[in-house]
């Protein structure tokens, strides 16, 4: 499993990289196995801002759809 240690990690298996005040984010390795196959990304819109707990984005797969939440 790839662990990239620049990356800021949640708990529930999100990162976040932060460059020049652009935030860009993922999923864990792990929790792209436990989604399986991705059928549908739903990102937030460019230049969006967001305060901790905004869902900012929706990952849904064949096995279920999660939101992303914005970590502090």
Do not use: C, F
Not at 24 to 29: A, R
Not at 52 to 70: L, M, N, R
């Amino acid at each position: 499993m790839n662990v990239p240690e620049h990356l800021k990690y949640t708990t529930s298996h999100e990162w976040v990289s932060i460059d020049d005040n652009v935030a860009t984010i993922g999923i864990t390795d792990h929790a792209q196995e436990e989604l399986s196959e991705l059928v549908y990304i739903e990102l937030p819109e460019e230049g969006r801002e967001v305060t901790k707990g905004d869902p900012v984005a929706v990952v849904e797969s064949v096995k279920a759809a999660s939101d992303i939440y914005a970590q502090p």
